[in-house]
């Protein structure tokens, strides 16, 4: 109504602020890459998340990483199998996309972020412009977490396989848990025997430059830690930190792989390139609207938009 005071209808646009994408730009492509336990297509993770993009970034492709054939073979591929043949399977699969070929954004769901991380540090063709990571395992995990749904046979089995020994070569060799299991009191073990983790994190004596330059390429690295993170341990490797032997989480600022700069975080850190985000809840309990609100206008080239409309419930 056109009598409405002034004061009402400006407090009515603050809660209507909606994005919109510019029309006349495609948007940059988006890859996904998911957690433990869920798949490529899953309509109620995966699926859900798409939607959301396609909503608020019309027209644009969205590319979500599946391991092997089917959408079952993908899940279990989230429990067996080796990482790094993974992350090389995906280097083919994102350079063989016509739709990525002048880059594209990624959002990695817990295990999916330190994966395609390695992605662009071992390969990187084509480019990712900036990487946001849910719930990551950067600093590896100390504890193998339960399983959440006690009918999940795959996850039943690769935690009894765990259990007997991450570090034991048969189990480094199949179980994707085991290539990020880092505990505090066996450092010599962990570099010496896992297969994945101590590479990405150029941890080992030898050092790829190759790693650091690829991801220093990154525009942004945004790296989101769950405040009530359970699952995770520690919580803070979403962040890369890991226990020390005390106990205490070391924080990514005080380790030799920042201050050292083995990969190139330092530098990054200082040009403003890495954030640092906490949310509440646990482990990958992600509101949409928080994708829709922070994730997408800021790092995926959604763009804010004031829309100018009333109030229904003032009519
Ligand atoms: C360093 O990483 C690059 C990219 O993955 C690879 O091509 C190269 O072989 C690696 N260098 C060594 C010595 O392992």
Partial sequence: MARLPLVKLLLGVASILSYANSANSKPTPVVLWHGMGDSC???DSMGQVKQTLEEELPGVYVHSIMIG???????????FDQVNRQVQEVCEQLKSHSNLKDGFNAIGFSQGGQFLRAYVERCNDPPMHNLVTFG?????VSEWPGCRDRNDLSCSLARSLLLRGAYLSWVQSRVVQAQYYKDAKNYETYLEKNIFLPDINNEREYKNATYA???KSLKKFVMIMFEDDDMVVPKQSAWFGYWNEEGVVIPLRDQPLYKEDWLGLKEMDKAEKLVFETIPGRHMQIELAYLRDEIIPKYLGGKRQLVFQVDPAWN
């Fill in 136 to 140: 990551s395992q950067h600093g590896g």
């Fill in 69 to 79: 054939n089917s959408d079952d073979d993908d899940r279990k591929a989230s429990y």
């Fill in 213 to 215: 330059t690829n991801l």
């Fill in 41 to 43: 297509c899953n309509p």
